[in-house]
């Protein structure tokens, strides 16, 4: 079982920028990949970005180029650099951790980009 914390929500005006960061804590076994989802009122959850093991970064389309996600592999933690916010990144932000037993949630964080 994994534990994942999410912290670094909050407000932020348009143009702004915000850090998001997520500490797992538990049995991690095998090759991971750790990373963000983010869900919107009325909206499905949707993937935002994240980052293997070994440090390769995959984003969506719609942030790449404004966020940054990193880890640290030596304390367990996903960290989610947004930049350049946009009302539309308004949403709930959930850490994920995926390895070779199955995949993690955290309770998730609110980022509201103020309109």
């Known amino acids: 079982q994994v534990d994942l914390v999410e912290s670094g929500g909050g407000l932020v005006e348009p143009g702004g920028s915000l850090r998001l960061s997520c500490a797992a804590s538990?049995?991690?076994?095998?090759?991971?990949?750790m990373g963000w989802y983010r869900q919107a009122p009325g909206n499905q959850r949707e993937w935002v970005a994240d980052?293997?093991?070994?440090?390769?970064?995959k984003y969506a389309d719609n942030v790449k180029g404004r966020f940054d996600v990193s880890r640290d592999n030596t304390k367990d933690t996903v960290t989610l650099q947004m930049n350049n916010v946009q009302v539309e990144d308004t949403a709930v932000y959930y850490c994920?951790?995926?390895?070779?037993?199955?995949?993690?949630w955290g309770r998730g964080t609110q980022v509201t980009v103020l309109s």
């Open positions: 980052v293997s093991k070994f440090g390769i970064t």
């Open positions: 994920f951790l995926m390895d070779d037993v199955g995949t993690y």
């Open positions: 538990g049995s991690i076994f095998g090759f991971n990949v």
